[in-house]
């Protein structure tokens, strides 16, 4: 049985820094594509960041973009985002995601498991 476990989210300040985990059970990461998603609150589910299975190509949505960085560990099976320089449209519940395709990874549709989901809100 496949689950993904988040970690990490909660308050900080407008231009604090925050990371958020996600490890992967039943399955290896290096394996998946990866992908982190957000939905604020009244708004659809959007894109934040992927990285590609096996050679790991990452891609950003613009609004995150040289703010947020997406990583993985495959020692510990494990899946990172690391945001900086957080605004209070950031905002939101973060979603880990994964899927064995290799298309279409800014489409929530394109996942096969997801997280939970975590809590991030940035005050200003």
């Known amino acids: 049985q496949v689950q993904l476990v988040q970690s990490g989210g909660g308050l900080v300040q407008a231009g604090d820094s925050l990371s958020l985990s996600c490890v992967a059970i039943?399955?290896?990461?290096?394996?998946?594509?990866m992908g982190w998603f957000r939905q604020a609150t009244g708004k659809e589910r959007e894109f934040v960041a992927s990285?590609?299975?096996?050679?790991?190509?990452?891609r950003y949505a613009d609004s995150v973009n040289g703010r947020f960085t997406i990583s993985r560990d495959n020692a510990k099976n494990t899946v990172d985002l690391k945001m900086n320089s957080l605004k209070s449209e950031d905002t939101a519940v973060y979603y880990c995601?994964?899927?064995?395709?290799?298309?279409?990874?800014?489409?929530?549709?394109?996942?096969?498991?997801w997280g939970l989901g975590t809590q991030v809100t940035v005050s200003s």
């Open positions: 995601a994964a899927t064995r395709g290799y298309s279409n990874l800014w489409s929530q549709f394109a996942y096969e498991f």
């Open positions: 039943g399955l290896t990461v290096s394996s998946y594509a």
């Open positions: 990285i590609s299975r096996e050679r790991g190509n990452t």
